[in-house]
């Protein structure tokens, strides 16, 4: 018997692009690829799953510090390279804006600045709003082109250059070029930059041996974000095994269904047989010498800090 699910509150994006892509076959297996970070964080819940990932123990010491240790570390350096301009900062991925402030402090007195944090999550621009007029400095501008993925960058980009603001710093952080494939992101970035724009990369550099980068995947609280994605189609989370494996020089995040089902909406119908996998994230992974030659290709100028250890990049690069 296949249990079946017909639920009006499934969510029609991450439906329809279930449907759009279909799934492939690797020997007897269906591997249907659904990784795409826009469907992490479509909700609050889903949202507020990411920030309770970044608060914990692992993801904290492995990404936030060594990131918020380089930008303190160097911040001094940017802001004196991006000189006394006003200022567009762009935060693609704002989260809720904690390290985009960090760059406003020290920008404070020495230029006027407009703030636009990026998003799909609305609930994460208004975070990252409140989080920067807290802080109480320069000016904030809210306007509806901020809740966007990054395909509209392009557009932000070009109708923020008004009034005393021409010139454009993107902040691309968090590990957040790795969730795309990056000859596509940084080809676009660099699209809606002008000469003069500078664009802030924070990245993990890895490499370790695929079975040592593994163990950081095994993340309850990974786990619980990136299940939401998968319970707004209507998938029960017991029905659902969280697994990761590194393929093709990335992480790929997936779970494999345990028992036949289906899910109904809108007239349409999906059978997921046991055994299935459905991937929702990936993660590109580069070692420090491949992450330099990609920003070699796009930029003349890459000013590049890389952590003690050797595993984190912060790159600030010029148009």
């Not at 008004?162 to 993107?170: I, V, Y």
């Not at 000859?183 to 002008?194: A, G, Q």
């Not at 664009?199 to 370790?208: K, S």
Request: with cysteine; aromatic share 10%; hydrophobic share 40%.
């Amino acid at each position: 018997m296949v249990a079946e699910t017909e639920n009006p509150q499934i969510n029609d994006l991450i439906f329809k692009e279930l449907i759009k892509r279909g799934y492939s076959l690797e020997g007897n297996t269906r591997i249907w690829n659904i990784a795409d970070s826009k469907l992490w964080y479509l909700t609050s819940e889903q949202a507020q799953a990411f920030l309770d990932l970044e608060s914990s123990a692992d993801y904290q010491r492995e990404v936030i510090q060594k990131e918020i240790d380089l930008i303190n570390g160097n911040v001094d350096e940017v802001v004196e390279k991006i000189g006394k301009e006003n200022l567009n900062i762009i935060d693609l991925g704002c989260g809720d804006g904690k390290k985009a402030v960090i760059f406003t402090e020290h920008f404070k007195g020495k230029l006027k600045l407009r703030y636009c944090p990026v998003d799909i999550s609305s609930y994460m621009v208004k975070k990252a709003i409140e989080k920067v007029k807290d802080a109480d400095v320069g000016e904030v501008v809210e306007f509806q082109w901020n809740i966007s993925d990054f395909e509209n960058i392009e557009n932000i980009s070009l109708l923020l250059r008004h009034g005393e603001f021409k010139k454009n710093l993107t902040l691309l952080l968090g590990n957040t070029l790795g969730n795309f494939e990056i000859n596509e992101l940084l080809y676009e970035i660099r699209s809606s930059m002008k000469g003069g724009d500078f664009l802030l990369i924070g990245n993990g550099l890895d490499n370790r041996k695929p079975e040592d980068i593994l163990k950081a995947y095994g993340n309850d609280f990974l786990d619980k974000m990136l299940v939401k994605t998968l319970t707004q189609i209507g998938l029960k989370k017991e029905n659902l095994e969280y697994g990761a494996r590194f393929k093709n020089s990335r992480v790929e995040m997936y779970y494999t269904i345990k028992e036949d089902c289906k899910i109904s909406f809108l007239g349409r119908s999906v059978n997921f047989n046991k055994g299935d996998q459905i991937i929702v994230a990936v993660s590109y992974k580069y070692n420090r010498e491949d992450f330099l030659s990609f920003l070699d290709l796009y930029f003349d100028d890459v000013m590049a800090k890389i952590s003690e250890d050797g595993s984190y990049i912060l790159a600030l690069c010029k148009k």
